[in-house]
């Protein structure tokens, strides 16, 4: 069982800054890629970013490059999603996830999700 929580959400104004963490707990392995999605209202869920910690290299979507910064925090098994220069576009429920490989971006080569929490950028 793998239990993931997110935190950190909220509502700021266009050009601040927010920083989300996730939480991980149960039977996983400090090997496992974790990412970061989110999904917006009408919208599918799309990648934001992705940790993969066995070739120690760290992904982003282009629409977050440059503005959002993924760190991890081994003691406390979470992981942290830093961003930046916040846009009104960005405005969405965040999800951490993890897969036991990694098999690419899409939602579904994820196979544990955390409850989501609320990003919203006002202009």
């Known amino acids: 069982q793998v239990l993931l929580v997110e935190s950190g959400g909220g509502l700021v104004q266009a050009g601040a800054s927010l920083r989300l963490s996730c939480a991980a707990s149960g039977r996983i392995a400090g090997s496992y890629p974790m990412a970061w999605f989110r999904q917006a209202p009408g919208k599918e869920r799309e990648f934001v970013a992705v940790a993969i910690w066995s070739v120690g290299s760290t992904l982003y979507s282009d629409s977050v490059k440059g503005r959002f910064t993924m760190t991890r925090d081994v003691a406390k098994n979470t992981v942290s999603l830093q961003m930046n220069s916040l846009k009104p576009e960005d405005t969405a429920v965040y999800y951490c996830?993890?897969?036991?490989?990694?098999?690419?971006?899409?939602?579904?080569?994820?196979?544990?999700w955390g409850q989501g929490t609320q990003v919203t950028v006002s202009s």
């Open positions: 996830a993890v897969a036991a490989a990694y098999r690419g971006n899409h939602p579904n080569s994820y196979d544990y």
